[in-house]
Every structure is written in structure tokens, then in C-alpha cells.
DNA sequence: TTGTACGCGTTATCAC
DNA sequence: GTGATAACGCGTACAA
């Protein structure tokens, strides 16, 4: 069993090559100096034999960086952020910069605490999506006026607030009005819709798309067919009871949504997409690995997650240059829609 | 546009106080101490009009420990993973820790690079599974030496190399002997195996486990009848091409090859379970919603997450703690197992 | 009850 | 080419 070891400091190092330490940090960093060759070996080697590790805490401390990105994210057991943080982390590490990741599990208070705990760690830059409660009630003031105050750059992911942050996020209004003309093209005149949060931009901007579709193509847009929900499964089994027999089209605000569409239709006994055709959002991985293949809107998740992480690298050289990326998603034909 | 803020210091609020730093941060850590309510409450009050936030890089030097905790894993946008991070960072806020987040994608060199870069950050402890290419060639050595020479704490998760690391795994054996009899009990005799990587603890007890119940109940174990793979649906869909017709009943080693299984099935048109059974391993998510609701071992994912983080808060307190954590599956009989 | 001085391990600025 | 010395911001004895 080992005992404890006492941590080497880079004065260890020093004494045991006989220079200064001075010397060692410029060496070991890498930097331009007039040490000679020889002594730079000796240094390398005495390290290496000692196993020496740098102290990144007295690092950051001197020189003002931590080299780190904090993210913040509502649920990481949605596959939609657990694999934007997968090409996020990618991204920034390409970059220099390592990863705390903070889940709020969509909780207001989360998202307050864990916000002063990273400022309070001097991360260099936040990449956030808020929780649905942070966008309750102007909640979100309270997040805003932080970051403001603190001046750490920072982008919003999928989720934003008003105001002139930097910002990621897919155009949805612009994919659900394409999705919903999709079923309109192919028959459906009465298309029941189940949302999310209406807090949130997302889902604010499917239900524009949906609604600006219908009514452009000359149906008429009936509040008894939309069922106002959360992006989960739960919410698609309720909304799936309320719409069945109403209308011969869902579109759910999530693929999530749509996996409980279909559990209740199986339950049910109605066949989709022969009695219902079910479209979905997000194309998260099991979308194409069901029984009923489904069709739905991808997320361009790698493009936008390393857009954000990009984004933020730039704000924290130059923090004006804040900007407002949106995407396109892309329309993904599987099967669960057919002509009525 | 804001400007960048200088950063206040325990001194500047100290300052407008009044009063001398020490009282400061003796009020702001909450600490012991006779200073009097009033001056408290004032501290108090003037570093929340300032917006003062502490430094936690200055106080991570000072007090020697960071107050984080280091968790590596192999994949991220695995479910198995991602769920366990959210229980482990759950329980470690409990305990007053942060997570920094370090995602191998698998890889042998990522692990000694993420591992290097937590020590040197000085993180208290580690949580980590290894890759699975660590697992190779005796690659894990080096990791056990980086490991041991530094001395920080460390809890081995799921997957394990031989030494006295504390560790936490599921009884992988116990839980495939108990599945494979369950097949065996449903009249089926000839059973395929698809496994995962051999260099793993968890597919090699899994096979085990399976072996011992073919054999104590008087089958002949064959072979012929395993397809050695990896943890992911396409080894599912190699395993099931090569099993079908050989076998009446599948086990795969985790659920994902087994939705793979399912995938071929439909294309082949084979019906679960009237022609083949089929069983998987993990209970994720999706297993529970599929068309046809599989039959599972169901690991505790969320005790032994709050255990390993545990054990680990433990040893951080007291090094010669090191236990080595088994825990038992659960089985859930679904839909995918008939009588042969 | 409050203030002073030094240490934590590294970087950076000067002299030599 | 190389080596002292002062920061960085906070914690903690110890002194007052």
C-alpha cells in the first residue's frame, strides 16, 4: 500500500538539476529562451525520472486563465445534450480548453447555483442552455444580470433569453413549417400537434411553423388539436389520448413525444402510419432503429455544438464579437407518414 | 456593451468594510470566529452590493484541495454512461464536490491524457472507467502506474484491471447464469451468445456466467453459437445474421446489440419471440418501450453510482479504505422470452 | 475583537 | 544565458 506522496514542486525539480527554477518553467513550457540545449535535456529528463506533474491550480493563478469552459446543460440523460457536449468537449479540447459540466436538471435554482460556482472557478467562458424553469416568469433576469455583471464570455445554446447575448440555435420555426407542409402535402387537413414548454424559444418557434403552415395552405388552425406539454415520453401518451381520433396527423414537438405516440397507438391498437401518421423533431439516435422508422427534423448537433464552441474561443479573445448563429435542420423521410 | 470588470479581490471588499481581510473571509466562509453580528452582517451586506464572488483558484492554492472530482468514461452519449454521471454528480454536489467530465471516445491514449491533465489539476479524487483499448495488451499498466505514483484517491467503475484499486462492478456472472437459465428453464437448448469485448471484466464474466449454467444443466456449450463483438447495435446485427437458424434463443450481452438483433429480424422477417428469443443486458431506457419490451438484466445503475462516489469521498478523507463493491443485477421479464 | 505576515506553486520582470 | 524577486488571491497562525 502506498503512503502518500508529497507532491513535487517545480523548486524539486530545480535543486535536482541544479538550475533555477526559473529555468525549469521556461523548459517545460515550451518557451522561447537562451537555455542551452544541454541543460533543456537535463531538465526534460530529471522531470520525466522524477515524475513530476505541473500544478495547474498555481498556473491559473499566476497567469490569470484557467483553461477551462463551463457547461451548463438541463438533462444530461437526453441524448440531444449529451451528445452536443460530446462534440462540444471534441471541439474545445482541439482548442486547449477542458470541460466542467453542470446538469440542472432543469431547475432554476441549479442554474443560479452552478453559474457562481463556475464564475467563482474563473472559468473562462459558459456555454449554457438554461432549464425550462430559469425561462419562467422572468426568472431568466436573474441569470442575465450574473453573467452581465461577472463579464465572462459566454454563448447560449438552443435556449436563449432576450437580449444581446451571443447565441446557437436551430431555426425552428422555419423546420416545423416545413415539416407541417410535408403532411399537408400528402392529404392531412386535420394535424394534431403536441408542444414543449411554451417558455421555451423552441418550442414557441415550432408552433409558430406549424401554425404559419396551416394557415398559409389555406386549413384552418383548431387550438382543441394541440396539446400543450414537456419534451418527454409522458407528455406524448397524454397527448396521443387527447388527439387520437380527432385528427389523421400528429407532429410532436420532439422525437421523445413520438416514442409515446407510438407506445399508446400499440396500446390502442391503431397502426401507424396506417390509421395516424406521427412525425417527430430532434432525429435523436433510437428514430431510426424502431419498428416504424420516423420521420422527423435532424438537429445539425456536431455543426452547431462545435459552432458554439468556436464562438465562445473567439468571445474570449475579443469579446465583441458576439453573434447570433441559427441552423437549418434537415428534413429526414423515414416512415411514419403516409397519404390520406 | 459592458466592458470587462476588473475582478474584485477579498481586499477590495474588505476595503469598503472597513475592516481587514481576514474578517472577511472568516465571515464569508462561515467561519468560527469572535467577530461581532454587526460587522458580520455588514461584510455580508457590502459583498452582495458589490457582486463580490470568491476566487476559488486562489483558495484551491491556499487550502491545497480543490474540492473536485474527476470522472472518466469511454462514451458519453452511451446511456449506460451518461446515466451514471448524472447519479455520481448528484451525490458528489452533496458532498460539496464539482465533476470535471473527461470522455475517452474508447481510447487508450485519451485516458493517459485525461488522467495527466486531472492530476495536474489537482482534482481530489478520480472516478473513472477505463477505455477499452486500455484494456489491451496490458496497456492498463501504465495507468495503474500513474495511478499509484501520484496517490490520489480513485474508484475503478464497471470495468476493472487486476490490483487492490477500489472498485464497483455489477456480478456479472451471477446475473448471466441466472438469464441463461431462465432461457434454459423456457425449454430452449440451443442459445447464441453475442458478446462484448473479451478484454472486458464485464463480457468476460457475462460469458462465464452463461457457460455455467449451459453446462450444470446438462447442455453442451458450443462454440459455434458465440459471436464474439463489441458493446454496439452493428455487432447485434453481425451476431444475429450469424445466429439465425442456428439457434431458438439469443442472449447479447447488452441492449443495444440486442435492438440490433431486432433490427435484422424485421428485415429478415423473423418474429421475437415467436421464432427467436431474445435477451439483453442493461435494462436502458428504450428497452422498455420497444414493440417488442425486452427481457433484461437491469443494473442498479443509480446505487452503485452513489456508491462508487461514496467510497470515493471516503478515501479522500482516509486512504486505506479500498473495498472492492459487487453488486447483483435485476432481473425484468418482459416480452422477448416465449416457452420453446 | 481585529490586523499582520507569510505560505501555497507558478509566472514574469528585471538584473547579473 | 541564468537567477533573484515580486506578483496572483486567499487561508492561517500569531500578534496586538
Known sequence: MKTNKKKLTLKDVADACGVSPTAVSLVLNN????????????????????????????????????????????????????????????????????????????????????????????????IMTVSSESMENENWKKIKAILDNNGTPHVLFDRYFPGDEAKVSLDNESSAYHLTYYLIKNGHTKIGLITGPMTLNSSKGRLEGAK??????????????????????????LGAEHLFGKVTAIFSFNDLQAYGVMEKARERNIKIPQDVSLIGFDDIFYSSILETKLTTVKQPLEKMSRAASNLLVELIDN????????????????DSVIKH
Open 31 to 126: 518557451r522561447e529562451s537562451n537555455i542551452s540545449k544541454a541543460t533543456k535535456e537535463k531538465i526534460i529528463r530529471v522531470a520525466n525520472e522524477m515524475n513530476y506533474q505541473f500544478n495547474n491550480v498555481a498556473r491559473s493563478l499566476a497567469i490569470q486563465k484557467t483553461n477551462t469552459i463551463g457547461i451548463i446543460i438541463p438533462d444530461i440523460s437526453n441524448a440531444f445534450f449529451s451528445e452536443s457536449i460530446r462534440y462540444m468537449q471534441t471541439e474545445l479540447h482541439k482548442q486547449g480548453y477542458e470541460v466542467i459540466l453542470c446538469n440542472s436538471e432543469e431547475k432554476f435554482a441549479s442554474d443560479i447555483k452552478y453559474l457562481n460556482l463556475l464564475l467563482s472557478r474563473q472559468v473562462d467562458g459558459i
Open 212 to 237: 404559419r403552415a396551416i394557415i398559409e395552405n389555406g386549413l384552418k388552425f383548431d387550438e382543441k388539436n394541440v396539446f400543450y406539454g414537456k419534451y418527454d415520453i409522458e407528455t406524448g401518451r
Open 319 to 334: 469579446a465583441n464579437k458576439k453573434k447570433n448563429l441559427s441552423f437549418a435542420g434537415k428534413f429526414i423521410i423515414r
